[in-house]
């Protein structure tokens, strides 16, 4: 398996400015993915983290909103720009390790915008 | 990426198995199942994958047909704790992009 550690947990944010949401996993992966869950809706995918490069945005997601960074293969970062009370939502790291073949989630990041 | 569909809610009484279908009628050949369940405010959590043949581990048991076009996921013994919203889905073994759909909300009765 893999620890996956995201800060914050949760937090509550004013309208118009940003948070910086934290994926922290105890060891070495492969992928590294975020996803949105909006309130009592599934979960969906917003983009691949690459290392070194660029992430890879999901239709319907741009890099302006959400930038995304992944200076190593243990460590991402997604912001959530120019907040408004859509934005709303849990967000979650995902994660592949080389061993395996499933992906693992972390716990998210409870986000309210007022 | 092919798609799943799932019954948006089933009940199961304790201690009896629960059985979750799922279609994956447009599967394609390099495409795995992929089971995972979201207990409240959790992130999901695996629970276990095929490609083909059935396969069972220590949570769960997966039925493949023989066409590939649905599954079935079986809890053999379903506990209160098991009550989650359970998500089937197809993965790419080359992007491993997962695409949830609605998932099936899986409440277990005492």
């Known amino acids: 398996s893999a620890v996956i550690s995201q800060k914050p947990s949760r937090d509550i944010c004013q309208r118009g400015t940003s948070l910086t949401i934290q994926c922290q996993v105890d060891?070495?992966?492969?992928?590294m993915f975020w996803y949105r869950q909006q309130p009592g809706q599934s979960l969906t995918l917003i983009a691949t983290a690459n290392q070194g490069s660029e992430a890879t945005y999901e239709s319907g997601f741009v890099i302006d909103k959400f930038p995304i960074s992944r200076p190593n293969l243990t460590f991402s970062t997604l912001t959530v720009s120019n907040m408004s009370p859509e934005d709303s939502s849990i967000y979650l790291c995902?994660?592949?390790?080389?061993?395996?073949?499933?992906?693992?989630f972390g716990q998210g990041t409870r986000l309210t915008v007022v | 990426d092919a798609k799943t569909t799932q019954p948006p809610s089933m009940d199961c009484a304790e201690g009896r198995a629960a059985n979750l279908p799922c279609n994956h009628s447009?599967?394609?050949?390099?495409?795995?199942v992929y089971w995972y369940r979201q207990i409240h405010s959790q992130g999901p959590q695996y629970i276990i994958h095929?490609?083909?043949n059935n396969e069972t581990n220590e949570m769960a048991s997966l039925i493949i047909t023989e066409d590939r076009k649905s599954s079935t996921l079986i809890l053999p013994h379903a506990t209160l704790r098991d009550t989650a919203v359970y998500y089937c889905?197809?993965?790419?073994?080359?992007?491993?992009?997962?695409?949830f759909g609605t998932g099936t909300r899986l409440k277990v009765l005492a």
């Open positions: 995902s994660v592949k390790k080389p061993s395996n073949t499933e992906a693992f």
């Open positions: 889905i197809v993965i790419n073994s080359g992007t491993y992009k997962y695409i």
């Open positions: 447009t599967i394609s050949g390099n495409e795995y």
């Open positions: 060891s070495q992966v492969t992928m």
């Open positions: 095929g490609l083909k």
